[in-house]
């Protein structure tokens, strides 16, 4: 099966998106990345990955850049990139990858702004992976094996990280179905429901892109 596009996928914790996402991959034969970005970007950049490690899709904690930039200092260009705290230098860095990988050919990026770093890409289609928080709970204590009275806890902040990290770095609002092509209730339609419906998505939205509504 072969495809020229550009699959990014934001998630919910515990809803399974990076297993869809890998699985689409391999479905289609293409490259998948997810954590592997931590050492490529480093690779790219000769900084340690232990650097990007820390910082992944986590805003800028500097309260005092954030009062002065407004809500969206990334979207500014107003300070210099050694000017910035390492996040964002870090998101700078990470961003050049992302773009660099996607200009390579077709492949599936998770997280990290990535639909929001490609939006002046015509072959990119955004997905959204959500679960009611209960099926979230349910695998983040079985596949993560995260403690069952710790895990609906660990569920929302990994989601609220997720969300400040997003809207921080982009002009968009994280989770919310306008800012995606497809959103996809994982809880409903498993891994294999959520891929088969990407990959049929796919297809309609190839045959339709650019024809006026």
Request: some cysteine; overall charge neutral; hydrophobic content about 40%.
């Amino acid at each position: 099966m072969s495809t020229n596009v550009v699959f990014t996928i934001g998630r919910q914790f515990g809803s399974g998106g990076r297993q869809v996402g890998k699985t689409l991959a391999e479905k289609l034969g293409i490259p998948f990345y997810d954590k592997e970005l931590i050492a490529i970007s480093a690779r790219d950049s000769g900084l340690s990955e232990a650097l990007f490690a820390n910082a992944d899709e986590k805003a800028t904690s500097s309260i005092f850049y954030s009062l002065v930039m407004g809500n969206y200092p990334m979207a500014s260009g107003a300070l210099g990139v050694t000017e910035m705290p390492l996040n964002d230098q870090l998101f700078l860095i990470q961003s050049k990858t992302i773009k660099r990988l996607a200009s390579e050919g077709p492949c599936v990026i998770v997280g990290r702004c990535a639909d929001y770093i490609l939006r002046d890409m015509d072959n990119v289609l955004n997905v959204f992976i959500h679960a009611e928080l209960k099926d979230r709970v349910e695998r983040a204590v079985r596949v993560y094996e995260v403690p069952q009275n710790k895990a609906e806890d660990v569920c929302l902040k990994a989601d609220k990280q997720r969300a400040n990290f997003y809207n921080y770095y982009s002009d968009r609002k994280w989770g919310m179905c306008r800012t995606y092509d497809l959103s996809l209730d994982s809880g409903m339609l498993g891994i294999e429901g959520c891929v088969q419906q990407i990959i049929e998505f796919e297809k309609l939205w190839e045959a339709h892109k650019g024809q006026v509504i």
